[in-house]
């Protein structure tokens, strides 16, 4: 079963992946050692917990199909699941990117079909 799934980047590490063609990850990504990806379901609790006041974001998705086995599932936050790649991400398999403007009290705002 494919879903879609999202990364929380800031606008410079999309321009930096899209410049390249490849993004290897944001530095807690390079130090545990795979790409954090948040269900729809999971996205605003993982903005709200580890990106409040971080400025403004983009929130980029992907088909967690197109990784194959380079994509697991493993648990988390209060035992969920969380998509994680063990791979360099293409920038290209975006399905869409969203911005996620910073409000007055430090959270995101979410397009509203989110």
């Known amino acids: ?12 590490q999309w321009q930096d992946a899209l410049s390249a063609g490849v993004f290897k990850g944001a530095p807690v990504d ?6 954090h990806f948040s269900t729809a379901e999971q996205a605003q609790e993982t903005a709200n917990k580890h990106f409040r006041d971080a ?4 929130l980029a998705a992907f ?7 380079e994509l697991r599932w493993e648990p988390s936050r209060g035992g969920a ?4 790649l063990y791979a360099a991400l293409d ?3 975006a399905l869409e990117v969203h911005d996620l ?5 430090g959270t995101h705002q ?3 079909a989110f």
């Open 1 to 12: 079963m494919t879903q879609k799934i999202y990364k929380i980047l800031t606008p410079e």
């Open 91 to 93: 920038p290209s398999l």
């Open 110 to 112: 979410f397009p509203e």
């Open 63 to 69: 088909d967690s199909g197109t990784f194959g086995n």
């Open 81 to 84: 699941l969380f998509p994680h």
């Open 30 to 35: 390079l130090q545990d050692g795979y790409i």
């Open 55 to 58: 400025g403004d974001l983009l």
């Open 101 to 105: 403007v910073q409000k007055d009290d």
